[in-house]
C-alpha cells in the first residue's frame, strides 16, 4: 500500500487513525484532508457564476475601452486641426510679410578725409572733427601690424 | 480481436483534452472552453481556499476571483510547466493576500468558532469526528501567518511534497520544511491551550 493508499484509508477508518494519531499525532489533520470540497451551490452554479462575472467584466471592459478610445481620437482629431492652423497662419504671414527696409543710406563725408591711403590690413584710422578752422586735426591709427616702440 | 477492437472505439478520457490542450483551444479563441475548465478546477481550487481561509462563503468568493485572474492571465501560462503548479501559484496569492486582511482573518476565526459550537452531534458520527477535527483546525490555525498556513494546509491535507509546495510559492524546499516546522510547534502550542483533550496526543508521544 502506498503512502497516499494509506493516508485515504486513515482519512475514511477511524480505528486505523487512532492508532496513527498514537504513533504520529501529527496525522492529527491529516485526517480531514484528501476529500475535494464542492462549493455551495454546487460546480454548475459555481462555473456559471464565474463565466457570467467574466462576460461583465469583458463587457464593462469593451465599453471603458471605448470610453477611452473617443477621447483619445478627439484630442487626435485636435491635435491635426492645431497644426493645419499653424501651418496655415505661417503660410499666410510669409506670403504677406512687407519687404524689408531699405538699407541704410551711405553718409557722404562733406570733407575729405586726412588720410586718404594707408597701406595695411585691419587697421582702424580716426579722424577727430575739429570746430574752427584753426584747431589742430587730430588722427588716430590703430595697427596691430606696427611695432610696439614706434 | 476483441481488446483490439476495445482500444479502437474512442473513448470519454481519450477524447477529452488535457489541461494544456484545453488552454491552448482557449488561446486559439473559444473562449467557451474556458467554462469546461472552470468546471474541472472548481472542486481542486475551492478545497484549498476553504482550507486555507475556513469559511465556505469567502472561500466561494476567492475561489471566483482566482478563476477571473485565471481568464485575465491565461495569455501568460507557459505551458512548459504543469499547469496545476500555476493554478495554485494563483490560488495561494490570492488566497494568502485575503487572509492578510486583518477583518477578513477576524471573521474567519469568528466563523470557525460558532461551527465548532454547531457540529457536535453525536447522531452524526464519524461524520462529526471529522467535522471536529477541522473545527479545531480552524481554530488553532489562527495563530499562523497566511503563509505557514497555506503551507500546512498542501502539505497535511493536499499531500503535495514539499518540493512541490516549494515550485508553487517560489521559495526553496528549505523554507517550506521551516515554516511546516513553525506551524506544527504553534498550532501544538495552541492545541494544549484551547483544547487539552486533543493535545494529549502530543504530550503522550514526548
Request: hydrophobic share 40%; with cysteine; glycine share 4%.
Amino acid at each position: 500500500m502506498s503512502d497516499a493508499e494509506l493516508l485515504e484509508h486513515l482519512r475514511g477508518c477511524d480505528a486505523c487513525l487512532d492508532h496513527a494519531m498514537a504513533v504520529d499525532p501529527d496525522n492529527f489533520f491529516r485526517a480531514i484532508g484528501g476529500q475535494e470540497l464542492v462549493p455551495p451551490g454546487g460546480v454548475d452554479a459555481f462555473a456559471s457564476d464565474v463565466m457570467t462575472q467574466i462576460r461583465l467584466r469583458h463587457t464593462e471592459g469593451s465599453v471603458a475601452r471605448r470610453l477611452l478610445i473617443a477621447p483619445r481620437r478627439l484630442a487626435a482629431a485636435a491635435a491635426v486641426v492645431i497644426a493645419i492652423g499653424i501651418s496655415a497662419l505661417v503660410y499666410d504671414r510669409n506670403t504677406t510679410r512687407p519687404a524689408a527696409p531699405p538699407a541704410a543710406p551711405v553718409v557722404q563725408l562733406a570733407t575729405k578725409p586726412v588720410v586718404e591711403t594707408y597701406d595695411s590690413t585691419g587697421a582702424t584710422i580716426i579722424e577727430v572733427p575739429v570746430e574752427g578752422k584753426n584747431d589742430t586735426q587730430v588722427v588716430m591709427i590703430f595697427d596691430e601690424s606696427l611695432p610696439a616702440d614706434l | 480481436m476483441a481488446a483490439e477492437l476495445r482500444l479502437m472505439i474512442p473513448t470519454k478520457e481519450s477524447v477529452e483534452p488535457d489541461d494544456r490542450q484545453l488552454i491552448q483551444i482557449i488561446r486559439e479563441g473559444e473562449p467557451e472552453a474556458f467554462e469546461q475548465l472552470v468546471r474541472r478546477k472548481t472542486t481542486k481550487v475551492y478545497s484549498l481556499c476553504y482550507r486555507i481561509i475556513g469559511n465556505a462563503e469567502d472561500a466561494k468568493d476567492i475561489s471566483q476571483l482566482v478563476f477571473i485572474k485565471l481568464w485575465e492571465n491565461l495569455e501568460k501560462y507557459d505551458a512548459a510547466y504543469a499547469f496545476d503548479t500555476w493554478l495554485y501559484r494563483m490560488v495561494t496569492n490570492v488566497a494568502i493576500d485575503f487572509m492578510r486582511n486583518k477583518q477578513s482573518r477576524e471573521n474567519a476565526v469568528n466563523s470557525s468558532l460558532r461551527l465548532v459550537k454547531t457540529s457536535t452531534d453525536p447522531e452524526q458520527g464519524v461524520v462529526v469526528q471529522r467535522k471536529e477535527i477541522e473545527n479545531v483546525f480552524h481554530a488553532v490555525s489562527a495563530v499562523l501567518s497566511p503563509k505557514q498556513k497555506t503551507i500546512f494546509v498542501m502539505r497535511e491535507m493536499d499531500d503535495l511534497p514539499s518540493a512541490e509546495i516549494a515550485r508553487i510559492l517560489g521559495c526553496r524546499e528549505s523554507t517550506v520544511r521551516n515554516h511546516l516546522f513553525n506551524a506544527r510547534k504553534l498550532m501544538q502550542a495552541q492545541l494544549k491551550k484551547k483544547f487539552p483533550e486533543y493535545s494529549r496526543l502530543w504530550e503522550e508521544r514526548a
